[in-house]
């Protein structure tokens, strides 16, 4: 009686189990599908993101950083890690019409300051006009020392208007103060998407 109640308990286990395995198989599934996409566009949008260090109100805030036993010159020392939150405007000047802001992280990538570079992730999103609730995200090393002609960084997908992106932004230092560290950036995206 008794091993007939353990094979019981088991062959019921074993049906369970066979049906819960099969049943979760019908939640994930993957079916491939011919994409259905229009004729790529491409879009060139100029804006300047202000990246302010400095102030009772910054707009980029070191988060984490390495015990250093050089100089504290730099306001971005080597493996320095900054949260941002830096606005988006249509021209240089403190006061230009936002559109919208610059979110995410960057880390300071190099021990020679004269070979400056950061590492950067960031989501550009635009708040107004044409572009409302449209972002384009970026994920790049940002060479910042390498100034003459601007630098370039990698666009690697967007929401929104946006959405699938992929492109470039150059960017150009339009004002920097070199002791707080903040800048004004000028962006000329070149976005590619659907």
Same mark, same amino acid.
């Given at each position: ?5 353990? !094979? ?7 049906? =369970?189990? =066979?049906?819960?395995? @099969?049943? @979760?198989?019908?939640?994930?599934? *993957? ?7 229009? /004729?790529?566009?491409? !879009? ?9 260090? @400095? ?22 020392? %080597?493996? @320095?890690? %900054? ?9 240089? /000047?403190?006061?230009?019409? /936002?559109?919208?802001? *610059? ?7 190099? $021990?020679?300051?004269? $070979? %400056? ?32 002609? *601007? ?10 208007? %946006?959405?699938?992106?992929? *492109?470039?932004?150059?960017?150009? !230092? ?9 800048? =004004? ?10």
């Amino acid at each position: 009686m008794k091993s007939g109640i353990i !094979t019981l308990c088991l062959a019921l286990c074993l049906t =369970v189990a =066979v049906t819960a395995s @099969s049943d @979760s198989n019908n939640y994930y599934y *993957g079916k491939t599908k011919p994409a259905n996409l229009k /004729e790529e566009k491409v !879009t060139r949008v100029c804006f300047f993101l202000h990246d302010i260090l @400095s102030g009772q109100n910054p707009s980029a805030v070191r988060i984490a950083h390495a015990n250093l036993t050089g100089s504290e010159d730099s306001p971005v020392g %080597f493996g @320095s890690l %900054f949260a941002i939150d830096d606005p988006l405007t249509v021209g240089p /000047e403190k006061d230009s019409k /936002e559109i919208g802001n *610059g979110r995410g992280m960057y880390v300071s990538g190099s $021990k020679n300051m004269d $070979k %400056f570079m950061i590492v950067m992730y960031v989501d550009l999103a635009f708040t107004t006009g044409k572009f409302n609730g449209s972002s384009i995200s970026v994920f790049s090393r940002n060479p910042v020392a390498e100034e003459p002609g *601007g630098r370039e960084v990698s666009i690697v997908g967007g929401r929104g208007k %946006f959405r699938m992106a992929r *492109g470039f932004i150059k960017i150009k !230092t339009h004002q920097i103060d070199m002791k707080t560290g903040d800048a =004004v950036l000028r962006y000329d995206a070149t976005v590619y998407h659907y």
